[in-house]
């Protein structure tokens, strides 16, 4: 469980994020949608402390973020990155492996576990002893992904996780993700600014623009919205190419 | 080998040249690195810090090596303890000042230019700072890091050279003894040797570093090993190439920069040696550097000028005969510095305006007052200290002197100003055997500016104590009457069948020995 309370943050003279209040339950799949420089990076990156906030609190299953060492939060908390930042001087094996060795955790199961990491994230195990170069930008996030589920962490945070991918890639990955967000009982927060994606893979959608909650509706609900121009906007454009390409597909 | 380097020569000087410059580099790693990693996540204080290791780097090499001579001078007698001016330590200090830069501004460079993406991850996991230098950003900017450590590997041995001007053996040695000496076999050995290792030890650094890259274990061990191969060369014991077994304590002599004073220096350490004492030369002193080192303890014996000490070191402007300056500056030196003069040595090696006979001849000038008269469209070419001594001021203010233009040199280069035409008149030394190869005349003084100018055998305090080394080189005491030294000065001054100050020296004992016959 996460949750947010009267939380703002300022950047240069702007309010990145302003008076924001959230809840978001154990189990949920929530987007953070909204267009660049709407906020939705730095609310992420305010939930491990990435970013420290300027004023308002947050708290990680009962405890306030400040009041935990700032590596100890870190350590429970997924995070997978947009340039998916793997090390590219260590191993697939190593890169995998980094959040138990960072927790000091005994070495015996490392090799079941990380065998057992790259099956979760469909990779094949001869993968572990290459480094990062040798992979597919497809490949590299799933890693990405196996790095940050190393630790068994309740919570995964993802900022534009697809973003590097090729379309194809985008949503086979997606998908698999969904399916594990089930299978773990992760809560999970994913960062996009593709409506579409939002709204076909999380279970509660909440959209933000500049700084402030925009809307925070089921994809359902969303789907249906009427209010808010900016909202509309960014629906619209999802509907408008979903139906031209159904178009497309009828007048071929 | 050919003119005078020996093997045995030549590998002391590399190892004290080699031990030198990596002790200087790893001081500089030590150092730099911290500094570098500290500035690269400290932004604000990164720039001016990098703007002062720069401002070290634009400090000529000689100048900086010589600021440290006076520095530790005064901390031995602010502090009291026994620190050594003279030599390693403050050769090793400028070296690593010297070195710095590279390996501060590859360092910040290199943990800089991390990956975004990369360093974020670290960040993201819940890395520790200690952690995500230790597992990210020194494995990753490890080439850049050892990038810099090349650089100021290959910068620190050529500039080690210049250790040789404030008494610290190196390859520098050669090249200053055969600039002065003109033996250019010995420069150009010198050099080759300093470019041999600089080229070495960047080939090692090299190995290390694509091992570093390329992650091949192979390299890297290779490259290290090398490495440590050659710093074990460099302390190792090497036979000490007198020949005879050298057990009493080790004497240092001193030697100024020029052919008389290496030969002196041979001289001295020729019967020292046979009076069973080991001993070590400091070749290449600057001129006020030789006395102080002498006066501070750290060399032991050395050759110096009447005129010079009761001048410079005593600050007198009077010119009085010998019978009255040498029991004066013997009683002086003695209880400023208990410094012992032991006595002259039997010849004068007075600075002396010298000109081209005929040239003299035709202008009609034969001494100072001359020269006063017809010298403001002439040129005079000096050594690079005269100029600054208080003789040239007495000279000068006597005689009302002036030039057209004034030029300094080494003084080898010097003589070679007066023959080819660009220089009149010269500040020549009056035991130079090139006075008379030349055929220049020496102008006379009749007002008495210049003071006398005897060679006097000093020793240090510390070692006028040990009865059996006064012993040992009193019997040198007028013993060099002015023919013979100008004599062996041309030995080693002249371009055909060039002597070493070494073979000078030897010639000097055995003429001795036949006039003691």
């Known amino acids: 469980m996460i949750s947010l309370s009267g939380v703002s943050k300022s950047h240069g003279g702007r309010r990145v994020l302003d008076d924001v209040s959230l809840s978001i339950a154990r189990g949920s799949f929530v987007a953070l949608v909204g267009q660049s420089g709407a906020g939705k990076t730095t609310l992420l990156k305010a939930i491990n402390r990435l970013v420290e906030i300027d004023a308002g609190t947050i708290s990680v299953d009962g405890v306030e973020i400040k009041e935990q060492p700032v590596t100890a939060l870190r350590h429970r908390i997924g995070y997978v990155f947009q340039g998916i930042g793997l090390f590219p001087h260590m191993t697939v094996g190593q890169n995998v492996w980094l959040v138990p060795r960072l927790m000091a955790m005994p070495t015996a199961q490392r090799a079941e576990r990380i065998a057992e990491l790259l099956a979760l994230v469909a990779l094949p195990p001869d993968l572990i002893d290459r480094f990062p170069a040798q992979l597919s930008g497809g490949q590299a996030q799933r890693v990405g992904f196996a790095r940050a589920l190393a630790a068994s962490p309740s919570i995964m945070l993802m900022d534009e996780p697809f973003g590097a991918l090729d379309p194809v890639t985008r949503s086979e990955l997606g998908g698999a993700y969904r399916a594990l967000h089930e299978r773990m009982g992760l809560t999970s927060l994913l960062v996009t600014h593709d409506m579409a994606e939002a709204l076909l893979l999380a279970d509660r959608v909440i959209v933000l623009g500049e700084g402030r909650v925009l809307a925070d509706q089921t994809p359902h609900e969303l789907i249906r919205y009427r209010g808010d121009p900016r909202i509309t906007a960014m629906i619209d454009a999802a509907r408008l190419s979903a139906s031209r390409l159904e178009a497309l597909a009828k007048g071929g | ?517």
């Open chain 2, 1 to 517: 080998m050919g003119s005078g380097v020996t093997w045995i020569e030549l590998a002391r000087l590399a190892q004290a040249h080699v031990f030198l410059s990596l002790c200087a580099v790893l001081i500089a790693v030590l150092v730099g690195l911290p500094v570098a990693i500290w500035a690269a996540h400290h932004r604000r204080a990164g720039a001016p810090l990098l703007a002062l290791v720069s401002i070290f780097q634009t400090v000529p090499g000689v100048a900086m090596l010589a600021l440290f001579y006076p520095l530790l001078l005064l901390l031995a007698r602010a502090t009291g303890l026994p620190i050594p001016a003279l030599g390693f330590l403050p050769a090793l200090m400028a070296l690593s000042v010297y070195a710095l830069l590279p390996i501060v501004r590859n360092g910040v460079a290199a943990i800089r230019g991390i990956d975004p993406a990369v360093a974020e991850a670290a960040d993201g996991l819940g890395m520790s700072g200690w952690q995500k230098l230790k597992l990210v950003e020194l494995p990753l900017g490890a080439p850049v890091i050892l990038a810099g450590i090349r650089t100021a590997a290959v910068w620190t041995i050529g500039t080690a050279t210049l250790a040789t001007t404030i008494g610290q053996p190196s390859l520098g040695d050669l090249i200053f003894s055969g600039l002065q000496t003109e033996d250019w076999h010995r420069v150009l050995t010198g050099c080759l040797a300093a470019v041999a290792l600089a080229i070495l030890v960047d080939a090692m650094l090299a190995l290390v570093e694509s091992g570093l890259s390329v992650r091949s274990r192979w390299r890297l061990g290779a490259g290290l090993a090398m490495l440590c191969a050659l710093i074990a060369g460099s302390v190792a014991p090497l036979p000490d190439g007198t020949g005879g077994a050298q057990s009493g304590r080790l004497i240092v002599i001193g030697a100024k920069n020029f052919s008389e004073q290496y030969t002196l220096a041979q001289l001295i350490e020729l019967r020292l040696r046979e009076a069973g004492y080991r001993t070590e030369r400091r070749d290449d002193l600057g001129s006020a550097i030789a006395y102080r080192a002498l006066a501070a303890g750290d060399i032991d014996v050395y050759v110096d000028y009447s005129g010079t000490l009761w001048a410079n070191v005593l600050g007198r402007t009077d010119t009085p005969p010998s019978d009255i300056m040498l029991p004066a500056l013997t009683r002086e030196l003695a209880q400023r510095d208990q410094v012992r003069l032991v006595g002259p040595l039997g010849f004068e090696n007075a600075y002396a305006f010298a000109m081209k006979r005929a040239q003299a001849q035709a202008l009609g000038i034969a001494t100072l007052t001359d020269l006063a008269r017809a010298g403001s469209h002439l040129r005079l070419a000096t050594d690079i200290e005269f100029l600054n001594r208080p003789e040239w001021r007495a000279v000068e203010s006597r005689y009302r002197l002036a030039f057209a233009q004034k030029r300094t040199f080494s003084p080898s280069f010097m003589y070679r100003a007066l023959a080819d035409g660009s220089a009149d008149v010269i500040s020549a030394f009056s035991s130079d055997g090139r006075i008379a190869a030349m055929d220049l005349v020496t102008l006379g003084d009749p007002l008495g500016a210049l003071p006398r100018y005897d060679a006097v055998l000093l020793m240090s305090g510390k070692a006028a104590a040990d009865p059996r080394l006064v012993a040992a080189l009193q019997p040198m005491v007028g013993t060099i009457p002015i023919d013979r030294m100008r004599a062996a000065n041309w030995m080693v001054d002249r371009d055909k069948d060039k002597r070493t100050p070494h073979d000078a020296a030897l010639w000097l004992r055995d003429e001795r020995a036949k006039a003691n016959e």
